[in-house]
């Protein structure tokens, strides 16, 4: 049973334009919500993060929207750049991340110049 | 600071062997980890531990056992290799919370034939 779900295995997108990875999750006790990023033969990075009370956390080109209600997040980047094409994991914890995380299978975004 | 570092890079097995992969990391963080990644599948936990002398099992905790002697390393060890073995190990470590942001290594590319 999935409880963290990325239903697009991959993604294309143009250089210069916005790339929306989405994320779903079925358990209700998760509060905390990270994106990695994984380049091929290398570890996971962290990339973002967003705590459950928060609707919305910014970094730089990247941003996490959270919908509780619809226990939903996506990841918005803007403008993508080639250097973005990677394999993207969600991934979340229940009580304020004091639990394991656990990640979704990942979506291949690829950037085209 | 190496982080967290993995060896060996790539390792194969026969049916029956043994063999330990290493982790070691040096930001002195209190938690680690141990990660499985099957083609076109998320990361799955192995086993966690929360400091030297503690440890707990993951999702997928059956073929392995840890130990955590000491802060910086935390070795997996794989008693009698089968082919469902196979995968790419992860090891990982975080400063605070089983679900905080992970620090992962390059990865240990195992196969068992």
């Known amino acids: 049973d999935q409880q963290v779900k990325q239903n697009s295995p991959s993604l294309s997108v143009q250089e210069g334009r916005i790339s929306i990875l989405n994320c779903d999750y079925t358990n209700s006790m998760f509060d905390y919500f990270l994106w990695y990023k994984k380049y091929p033969a290398e570890g996971p990075t962290f990339l973002i993060s967003?705590?459950?009370?928060?609707d919305k956390n910014e970094d730089g080109r990247f941003t996490v929207f959270l919908n509780k209600s619809a226990k939903h997040l996506s990841l918005h980047i803007v403008p993508s750049q080639p250097g973005d094409s990677a394999v993207y994991f969600c991934?979340?914890?229940?009580?304020?991340?004091?639990?394991?995380?656990?990640f979704g299978k990942g979506t291949r975004l690829s950037v085209i110049a | 600071n190496a982080g967290v570092t993995q060896t060996p890079k790539f390792r194969i097995l026969k049916i029956g062997q043994s063999m330990t992969l290493q982790c070691t990391q040096d930001?002195?963080?209190?938690?680690m980890y141990w990660y499985r990644q099957d083609p076109g599948m998320g990361l799955k936990l192995i086993y966690y531990?929360?400091?030297?002398?503690?440890?707990d099992k993951g999702e997928v905790p059956n073929g392995y056992n840890v130990s955590r002697s000491t802060t910086e390393d935390f070795p997996l060890r794989l008693e009698l290799a089968a082919p469902s073995q196979t995968s790419v190990y992860f090891c990982?470590?975080?400063?605070?919370?089983?679900?905080?942001?992970?620090?992962f290594g390059p990865g240990t590319r195992l196969l068992v034939l």
């Open positions: 967003i705590s459950s009370i928060k």
């Open positions: 990982a470590s975080s400063y605070v919370g089983a679900g905080e942001t992970q620090y």
């Open positions: 930001m002195n963080h209190n938690y």
């Open positions: 531990s929360v400091g030297a002398g503690i440890t």
């Open positions: 991934a979340a914890s229940e009580k304020g991340g004091n639990t394991p995380l656990v």
